[in-house]
């Protein structure tokens, strides 16, 4: 199974974004010297505590500051960007790297960073789609052209092609039940958060992942699957749970409060009364949730032994492939407990699943 985490640069209150940088960097080296896996880049805009607006340009200085560790978008949102520019930039990064890339791809929920962009949100399915096939065909480095309601290509031949043949792996997100079968139809791996579902949500939903994998004769039985997990490992049971309660409940407050505002940076599907109705689903869930209940079925904390079985459960129950660390999803853990977590983690807990 992969191990990963994910870096969203958040900036700690008081400090500055050279501040975010140097702390997400330094996880990235411990990283690197500890053996895990890959690092994942979210990507978010106009906001001054997340300043990861080019993560593409993160990923690029990260693959030349590590030898092994791989890198990749979690997510790169398609319809904020120019489709040609996304597949060289993406297929540099594949290059620098030595083939150490993985392409997650999304349209987000972010609606202020469209507005700001003078990009209408319900177009966003739309122009996800057309990106995504415009870079898949840009990446077999053939002159093409392309003829789609936003996009119009005549005659382009993307260089560099990708260091990966035929091309990095492409991870897409989903949130909403409704796309889980849409990406196993696809044949796509798939990248998921447990931020406005449980893993009750997950495993419900993974079942039609897998029968429309099946039915439309992919390889293998069970797809490519990677979920995003806010975690925390402490060397005693008392630790695991008393020290990362703060910002474990500032996290689901923060996304409680984004899902009654109709705000959702992971995408939740479509516009209209659908999405608004979701998203208060999601937002009364959470209000009722005690940091017990959350503990349960939302994140996962406990000593190294105690989280290898925890993961071992969502392993079997979920068919994961992939398992993707949150070590700080609420920005209030220090700076020292953060890394402690991640090293017990790569070299406590990783081992068990080698």
């Not at 995408?267 to 869930?285: N, V």
Request: glycine share 10%; hydrophobic share 35%; with cysteine.
């Amino acid at each position: 199974m992969d191990f990963g985490m994910f870096l969203d640069f958040s900036t700690r209150q008081g400090m500055g974004h050279e501040s975010a940088f140097q702390e997400a960097f330094d996880l990235v080296d411990i990283a690197e010297e500890t053996g895990l896996d890959t690092v994942w880049l979210g990507e978010t805009h106009f906001n001054g505590n997340r300043p990861i607006s080019a993560p593409i340009v993160v990923a690029s200085s990260i693959a030349t500051r590590t030898q092994r560790l791989r890198v990749g978008m979690a997510v790169q949102v398609l319809p904020l960007i120019n489709p040609l520019r996304i597949a060289e930039e993406a297929a540099t990064v594949d290059q620098i790297s030595e083939g150490r890339f993985e392409f997650g791809v999304g349209r987000s929920g972010n609606e202020k960073a469209y507005q700001a962009m003078h990009i209408p949100y319900e177009e966003s399915r739309e122009r996800f789609q057309e990106a995504l096939d415009i870079i898949l065909e840009a990446w077999k480095g053939e002159p093409f052209s392309y003829d789609g309601v936003f996009n119009q290509v005549h005659g382009a031949q993307v260089t560099p092609i990708p260091f990966q043949k035929p091309y990095p792996k492409v991870r897409l997100a989903s949130t909403t039940s409704d796309s889980f079968s849409r990406v196993g139809r696809l044949g796509f791996p798939i990248f998921l958060s447990m931020r406005g579902m449980d893993v009750n949500d997950l495993e419900t939903n993974l079942q039609e992942y897998h029968k429309s994998w099946v039915e439309a004769g992919h390889q293998g039985a069970s797809g490519d699957i990677s979920v995003r997990v806010p975690i925390y490992v402490s060397s005693t049971k008392e630790g695991a749970l008393t020290e990362p309660r703060e910002t474990i409940e500032a996290y689901f407050s923060r996304m409680k409060r984004r899902y009654e505002e109709g705000r959702d940076d992971e995408g939740t599907g479509g516009t209209g009364p659908d999405r608004a109705a979701l998203l208060k689903e999601r937002a009364e869930k959470l209000g009722r949730m005690s940091y017990e209940d959350i503990l349960e079925t939302k994140v996962i904390c406990g000593t190294p032994e105690s989280v290898v079985d925890r993961l071992s459960q969502f392993k079997e129950t979920l068919g994961l492939t992939g398992f993707t660390a949150e070590l700080n999803p609420g920005g209030l853990l220090p700076v020292e407990a953060v890394q402690k977590s991640l090293r017990l983690l790569a070299t406590e807990v990783m081992p068990a699943f080698k």
